[in-house]
DNA sequence: ATGGCTGTTGCACACGATGCAACACACTCA
DNA sequence: TGAGTGTGTTGCATCGTGTGCAACAGCCAT
């Protein structure tokens, strides 16, 4: 829309592969020299586009600062709770997002069930590390050395029968999560609660948080609940497009 | 020099700081509603910044590309980091890589603390130039008359009592540090945290970036981090080595 | 309906971006 | 040494394009 502006951040996925002096900018740009020059110039001044000994022109490490910093300030709660919202509209059970902080995965966010019966859970709460989906959505994704130790220092309280028992069977559970991008929490923690997660990722693709629904079998069976998962896969991919900056998906 | 480019690239550090409307966006410029929205409406079109739901503007994908471009592109930082990484290993502080561009000196990268307790940095950050170990070994190296005119040109904020106080005390420093062949930045910055530094060399003797290890006096004190120091040096020799080693002559 | 609040569009005007040509500077040849 | 090339830089007139304005269009409250 604005030309000069136009001309002037096309100059930066030319420079993005590799050095370039003013004269192979404006050939590629389509002007003259001199024109080149005053965009290249604004461009430094901002930090963005850096001048090396030999006088060409490259990308500035500055422009990485700019970039750190925007995802700092990002809420990923903000972005995703419309998303959220709509998803339990759609299922009507409760829904939860959980991020990874400091050895412990917690509660970020939360959408009631509508229906009467609900699962306990708080906002800012540390999840059952051991056995929820969202935990093993955001565990699964550590550097190996880094799981394995996390893995042989927690505690596996037995909640139920069918929680996680020990260090191997987690890793081995998070092996598998990793596998097929989604995980599942059946009475691990509480014998009547089922749960069912996916993993929301950053730019890096590496898991920044994790979404979920649970459901108590008195309302609805695991298998039911199963029934879901494209569903709840689709919302998590569906904010990871918004939360990495890419366009969001119309219909 | 270009008034409409540098508009429009006013407008990213602002939309870093968090997600803003057109309004906004205009009234921190200075400038009409409807211009702001031909700027923001070319940045969209190049993908820096990003419409969400709510209709407020944020940062792009294509920035946060551009910007991981921006950094892969300096070869220093890939030869240099599997040698950080190492150095991690051996002492579990913060590591720090960082050149001098465009009279700031920037973070290019980073290994974390295997400590809980951590110092704030963000790769792609200016550092504090007057007082930070890696700004003291890059522009130790400077031509006499570039130095001191840059001495010159430097504020000297006294982050804490023991912060470099003025330029002939900085001049001094870089006099001490060019002579010795390494640095430190002991509570200059912060007052709890020590930093112990050394120069990595090109071809032809010059400094071409420096990397650091900082701790808090916490973890451990500033006589223990000296006695790190031949650790240090020998990480920035064997990047030395390497980078002079193998480099090829760039056209 | 009514008002406030936001983003959007069309338009006339003038300001600022443009290309040109001339210049400056560093190299490389004979 | 001097002409000859390849750069980047500057001043200037000209015209294109970015600009602010005002009016409009949605949206959501009351």
């Not at 130790?149 to 909640?159: Q, V």
């Not at 028992?165 to 009547?192: C, I, M, Y």
């Amino acid at each position: 829309m604005s030309q000069t502006v136009d001309r002037a951040l096309s100059i930066l996925p030319l420079l993005a592969e590799g050095p370039a002096n003013l004269e192979q900018v404006a050939q590629r740009l389509g002007v003259h020299k001199s024109t080149a020059l005053r965009l290249l110039r604004t461009l430094h001044e901002h930090g963005i586009v850096y001048r090396q000994q030999d006088q060409r022109y490259r990308l500035g490490a500055r422009l990485f600062a700019l970039a750190q910093e925007a995802v700092e300030n990002l809420d990923i709660r903000e972005i995703a709770h419309p998303h959220l919202t709509r998803l339990n509209e759609k299922c009507g059970h409760t829904v939860h997002l959980a991020v990874h902080e400091e050895n412990e995965v917690l509660y970020i966010d939360k959408v009631e069930s509508r229906y009467p019966v609900r699962m306990y859970s708080r906002i800012g709460k540390p999840v059952a590390i051991t056995v929820a989906a969202v935990a093993k959505l955001l565990l699964a994704d550590l550097p190996e050395p880094e799981r394995r130790a996390l893995a042989e220092r927690l505690d596996y309280p037995l909640y139920t029968p069918r929680s996680t028992p020990n260090a191997a069977a987690f890793l081995k559970e998070l092996a598998t999560v990793r596998e097929q991008g989604w995980a599942t929490d059946l009475g691990g923690h509480e014998e009547s609660i089922n749960c069912v997660g996916a993993p929301i990722r950053g730019t890096d693709g590496r898991t920044v948080a994790a979404c979920s629904i649970s459901a108590p079998n008195v309302v609805v069976t695991a298998e039911e609940l199963l029934a879901l998962l494209p569903l709840v896969r689709r919302t998590a991919d569906a904010i990871s497009r918004e939360y990495s900056g890419k366009a969001p998906d119309r219909p």
